[in-house]
Antibody, heavy 120, light 106 residues
Framework: QITLKESGPTLVKPTQTLTLTCTFSGFSLSTSGVGVAWIRQPPGKALEWLAL???????LYRPSLKSRLTITTDTSKSQVVLTMTNMDPVDTATYFCARRPTAGSHPDYWGQGTLVTVSS | EIVMTQSPATLSVSPGERATLSCRAS??????LAWYQQKPGQAPRLLIYGASTRATGIPARFSGSGSGTEFTLTISRLQSEDFAVYYC????????FGQGTKVEIK
């Protein structure tokens, strides 16, 4: 059974760094083509892909946010961590992690999401 | 960035009727197009990938078509559980999503 679950703070202050963890089970990032991505959704708005990690250490970032994002993995714990620096109120959103099952494909399994509010 | 544009923004449909949702890509994405259903407070649920292949467990009343830049999701006979927001997503060049179509009860 494939599951993913996000964890992290629900409230961060402007200019702070956000660290989110995705803990997954039922698959391995060591499998060729498999990846874990982060996607966010501001309240009432559309989905926005942020970052992807695959082959344990290959990474892709949304170009407009690349300077603020870092995605890493801890394979021993089956976790993927996303850090986003210099948080702003516009970054308030539900943050999801999701699995990419094969190279060049779509996300199939998603976590439940975690709402992060940026406010002083 | 490949921009995905969905229409209409809101679709009012009676239960049992057909719903047709459109998605247009700003450049060709071949058949690298997925559709998701999202209900309030929930994660998106994969319905269709490869433009026309239903995901595991998705009822046959959901069907997808199209290629290149024009895509359609059809729900043949709407049931109460189908009222939700639907997103299209391309995966040719990283991932971008449409802004969503809300299917509401008429």
């Amino acid at each position: 059974q494939i599951t993913l679950k996000e964890s992290g703070p629900t409230l961060v202050k402007p200019t702070q760094t956000l660290t989110l963890t995705c803990t997954f089970s039922g698959f391995s990032l060591s499998t060729s083509g498999v990846g874990v991505a982060w996607i966010r959704q501001p309240p009432g708005k559309a989905l926005e892909w942020l970052a992807l990690i695959y082959r344990n250490d290959d990474k892709l970032y949304r170009p407009s946010l690349k300077s603020r994002l870092t995605i890493t993995t801890d394979t021993s714990k089956s976790q993927v961590v996303l850090t986003m620096t210099n948080m702003d109120p516009v970054d308030t959103a539900t943050y999801f992690c999701a699995r990419r099952p094969t190279a060049g494909s779509h996300p199939d399994y998603w976590g439940q999401g975690t709402l992060v509010t940026v406010s002083s | 960035e490949i921009v995905m544009t969905q229409s209409p923004a809101t679709l009012s449909v009676s239960p049992g009727e057909r719903a047709t949702l459109s998605c247009r890509a700003s450049q060709s994405v071949s058949s690298n197009l997925a559709w998701y259903q999202q209900k309030p407070g929930q994660a998106p649920r994969l319905l269709i990938y490869g433009a026309s292949t239903r995901a595991t467990g998705i009822p046959a009343r959901f069907s997808g078509s199209g290629s290149g830049t024009e895509f359609t999701l059809t729900i043949s006979r709407l049931q109460s559980e189908d009222f939700a927001v639907y997103y299209c997503q391309q995966y040719t060049e990283w991932w971008t999503f449409g802004q969503g179509t809300k299917v509401e009860i008429k």
